[in-house]
């Protein structure tokens, strides 16, 4: 069970627009902590994607975007491509446990139909 | 071009030990926090644990306190994962990530490839 849920898969047609949610606590996401997105494309290493919460990483195209709402984030992806279908991840940071942790979500299997 | 290139992945028995390196190059080591990811075959990204630039500072989640311990080399650009009593249960691709900046909580800009631990008699 993860920290903080991702629902397990979404899907879309080429060129509609997509959502992930996220949804943490008030140990993480809703303790004002920047969340962050990674893609991870079959057989690969996660890549960044957003960063706190709504900061593209270098290269990314602008059709991905990130917002936050209280304990809950989203990764937006507009104009889907096929080149989209991955696994995506969100990530926050945590204080429960000592010492703080880093935690994810158990990722969202995105389908282009 | 910087980058991490994971290695000392393998097949051990349980209650066996192993040590992964991560050697980074190409950027300022000694300025990041790394971290060790892992992912179990089918399953997501677990964070596993961190050290801080300095090495000072380290955390780990519960399910590895008191087996692994992580360590770097600021000379060597090289940071480890000391994994003792293994289980079953670690098996999985260990990644290495770097953390944008030294404060808690930014993002991992920058991963190896993974290397593959596998326990199993």
């Known amino acids: 069970q993860s920290v903080l849920t991702q629902p397990p898969s979404v899907s879309g047609a080429p060129g509609q627009r997509v959502t992930i949610s996220c949804t943490g606590s008030s140990s993480n996401i809703g303790a004002g902590y920047g969340v962050h997105w990674y893609q991870q494309l079959p057989g690969a290493a996660p890549k960044l994607l957003i960063y706190?919460?709504?900061n593209r990483a270098s290269g990314v195209p602008a059709r991905f975007s990130g917002s936050k709402s209280g304990a809950s984030a989203s990764l937006a992806i507009i104009g889907l491509q096929a080149e989209d279908e991955a696994d995506y991840y969100c990530?926050?940071?945590?204080?429960?446990?000592?010492?703080?942790?880093?935690?994810f979500g158990g990722g969202t299997k995105l389908t282009v139909l | 071009e910087e980058k991490l290139v994971e290695s000392g992945g393998g097949l051990v028995q349980p209650g066996g030990s192993l040590r992964l390196s991560c050697a980074a190059s190409?950027?300022?080591?000694?300025?990041?926090?790394m971290h060790w990811v892992r992912q179990a075959p089918g399953k997501g990204l677990v964070w596993v644990s961190y050290?801080?630039?300095?090495?000072?500072?380290?955390n780990y989640v519960d399910s590895v306190k008191g087996r692994f311990t992580i360590s770097r080399d600021n000379a060597k650009n090289t940071v480890y994962l000391q994994m003792n009593s293994l289980r079953v249960e670690d098996m999985a691709v260990y990644y290495c990530?770097?953390?944008?900046?030294?404060?808690?909580?930014?993002?991992?800009?920058?991963w190896g490839q993974g290397t593959l631990v596998s326990v199993s008699s």
């Open positions: 990530a770097r953390e944008r900046l030294g404060t808690a909580g930014d993002a991992f800009d920058l």
């Open positions: 990530q926050s940071y945590d204080t429960t446990l000592r010492g703080g942790s880093w935690v």
């Open positions: 190409e950027f300022t080591f000694k300025s990041h926090w």
């Open positions: 050290i801080s630039d300095d090495g000072r500072s380290a």
């Open positions: 706190i919460t709504t």
